[in-house]
């Protein structure tokens, strides 16, 4: 194959080229201009931020002809060589698949040999916290002491892994996560010198998602390039990276500061239709209410925010949340977040945590609200007065208000908080209900579901996935939802009843009024209606003629006889 991937061809030859860790390359550089460099190194950090690329030049740099020098010249034939891998005496190994004691048992016979070609052996292990405990004790006294022609470099993820007695042998640095801005920088020296067009957005979304690693951004440029036509654009970085664009996050968002559920509903069902991952959509939207935050709190760190590109749609949104909202938003999410790794229904917990954000919303706008002018303020106090004068009126005429009286009706104020099925409606419709009915009912629900979503109906769909029929008498139907706010919703929205009403009128011929009622509430119903009917046919049960426990034949009458047993 002809072609390379562009962290191949890209990858640093100098110091000057490892981006992001200057705290490091510096380091280096000075200790080879002083000729201090020392017997173990261990390069430690996230993936795809250069310790095995910095390995490399360090092993360049110390055998250069020109040394010393605080870059490799890349001219020399040392250079050139150890760049080609055609120099023996600079060795890497990779300890992912060479963990054994006989591989390290290997370098320390080995290692006594002066180099054939340049004057240092340099030996480059990858992924060192790969090494069984034996392999390390066996390294352990070569690592020590090693002869004055040998240097040691190891490179690792997961520094915690190794032993304490390996670090303490090494000099030790730590690469840090490339910042984005530095990503882009180098991101588009690159497409410049390939000649290829891309859209300044494009590249820093890439280098958002790549998480801090250059060779994960490059990957994904890479991607993107080869998805692209003549040009890579947002939409190709959306699609390789699998983020949400930044303005669905600000219509969505928009869409819960003004307690809009329909809409916000709404925009989550098309974007879920398209393919997103409702995992990946989540972090984005907290990382997108993390960036709103901080740039409320500190606007000129703008190298900090992580999913945001500071644009005019995002600056006049964050100008209307209250840093309050924006806090029980983050908490509302991330609880959201873990409970949906632990569920085979992430859309369900999401969809319930659009619904509770708006609400939320709604909450701390009234609670933000900024302080009335001094026209509103004598307009209550007018009220007040009023009030007052009305409560003087009614002790007048000998009406009791006392805190006794009071009480009830705040109890009774309280208890109505909550959807509450209409429970005498339900009853008068299990009075007249039939198992004919509710398993006629039940043989088209599914048409009716097919029907909505072939309609592109799918908001309205969505309401019934945990939803089924459970009593049906010739003009009315009960619908049990599994949730008590997917059943408020259902309820509160007439087009939904209107839709349901006319799909089935389609399919059975009849108009049918719906009631919805939440499971929990529908067991004690259905229970108490059955009790009821109980004691109310106790009084026909008279010695000879006593006939079938009124329950039973209440109960095989909704359910059908193959459904039930029936015990003493």
Known sequence: MNYQALYRVWRPQQFIDVVGQEHITKTLQNALLQQKTTHAYLFSGPRGTGKTSAAKILAKAVNCERAPISEPCNECAACKGITDGS??????????????????????????????SVPYKVYIIDEVHMLSIGAFNALLKTLEEPPKHVIFILATTEPHKIPLTIISRCQRFDFRRITAQSIVKRMRLIIDESGISCDDKALQM???????????????????????????????????????????????AKAIYEKDTVKGLQSLDELLFSGKDPSRFIEDFIFFYRDMLLYKTAPNLEESLER?????????????????????????????????????????????????????????????????????????????????????????????????????????????????????????????????????????????????????????????????????STDSIVIKFKYEIHCQMALDNVKFIETITSSLQQLLGRRYKLVGVPEEQWLKIREEFLNSSHHSGAGEEDGENQVEDPIVAEAKKLFGEELLEVKD
């Open 87 to 116: 120099i023996p005496d600079v060795i890497e190994i990779d300890a992912a698949s060479n963990n054994g004691v006989e591989e390290i048992r290997d370098i320390r016979d080995k290692v006594k040999y002066a180099p054939s």
């Open 206 to 252: 890439i280098a958002r998602a790549a998480d801090g690693g250059m060779r994960d951004a490059l990957s994904l440029l890479d991607q993107a390039i080869s998805y692209s036509q003549d040009s890579v654009t947002v939409e190709d970085a959306l699609t390789v990276t699998g983020a949400v664009s930044q303005g669905f996050l600000n219509e969505l």
């Open 308 to 472: 945001v590109m500071l644009d005019d749609e995002f600056r006049d949104l964050a100008d209307l949340y209250g840093q309050e909202q924006i806090y029980e938003l983050i908490s509302l999410l991330n609880k959201t977040q873990q409970d949906m790794r632990w569920t085979n229904h992430p859309r369900i917990f999401l969809e319930v945590a659009i619904v509770k954000l708006c609400q939320m919303a709604v909450t701390s706008n009234e609670a933000s609200a900024g302080a009335p002018s001094s026209s509103e303020i004598q307009g209550l106090i007018s009220k007040i007065n009023n009030l007052e004068e009305e409560l003087a009126r009614i002790r007048q005429s000998g009406v009791s208000s006392s805190p006794e009286e009071a009480a009830p009706q705040k109890k009774v104020r309280s208890n109505r908080k909550g959807f509450q099925a209409p429970t005498g409606k339900i009853n008068e419709i299990l009075k007249a209900a039939t198992k004919q009915e509710l398993q006629n009912i039940k043989s088209n629900w599914g048409n009716m579901l097919g029907q909505l979503v072939k309609n592109q109906m799918r908001s309205q769909a969505a309401l019934l996935n945990e939803a089924e029929p459970v009593a049906a």
